[in-house]
């Protein structure tokens, strides 16, 4: 299994290290990619981290999932940025998983693989998922879309979406290890 997360400037911190450090734990690999190449993006309270690799080098057919954090004015960058909704689009027409969290799953209503669906998204931009419908839930899953409500639900999602790419035991492996609910 190879996930892909795109950074932009502005990501959310605390649901971008928990993707990437469950993913990790549970041996997934993961690639983070900046929107700007390669290097530091700054998260949307001053933490820094550094992408893997340049967005511009990530293929579809190179990637099981796409993963995107959410974050002011992170998921709004994100969704601003033809390449990525076009990603998207492509990974989801190829059958692969998307899946994201706090106001980044506006990006996947507005590249439009969220119609029909249901799906959460940060409460108070509820109003941007346009074409799907609104669950209040922590965590959605709808076919290969899943969908999460925010900073507090990261390690929630980052499980749920082991058990999903994984298994539900390794799933409750890492939940034990975390300490998680």
Request: net charge negative; with cysteine.
């Amino acid at each position: 299994m190879k996930v892909v997360v795109p950074l932009a400037a502005g990501f959310e911190e605390i649901e971008t290290s928990a993707i990437v450090d469950i993913f990790r734990r549970a041996k997934i690999e993961v690639v983070t990619a900046g929107l700007k190449g390669k290097g530091e993006v700054e998260g949307a309270h001053g933490v820094k981290f550094i992408s893997d690799v340049a967005l511009d080098e990530i293929r579809p057919d190179d990637y099981d999932a796409i993963v995107l954090p959410g974050g002011y004015p992170g998921f709004v960058n994100l969704g601003n940025d033809k390449r990525v909704l076009n990603l998207v689009k492509d990974m989801y027409a190829k059958d692969k998983y998307v899946a994201a969290i706090c106001g980044a799953p506006s990006v996947l209503s507005k590249s439009g693989v969220l119609k029909g669906s249901n799906a959460t998204i940060y409460p108070g931009c509820r109003d941007m998922l346009t074409d799907a419908e609104y669950m209040d839930e922590r965590v959605v899953k709808d076919k290969k879309i899943i969908t999460s409500q925010g900073p507090g639900t990261a390690i929630e999602f980052a499980i749920k979406l082991v058990e999903v790419f994984i298994s539900a035991e390794k799933a409750e492996e890492i939940k034990k290890d975390v300490l998680a609910l």
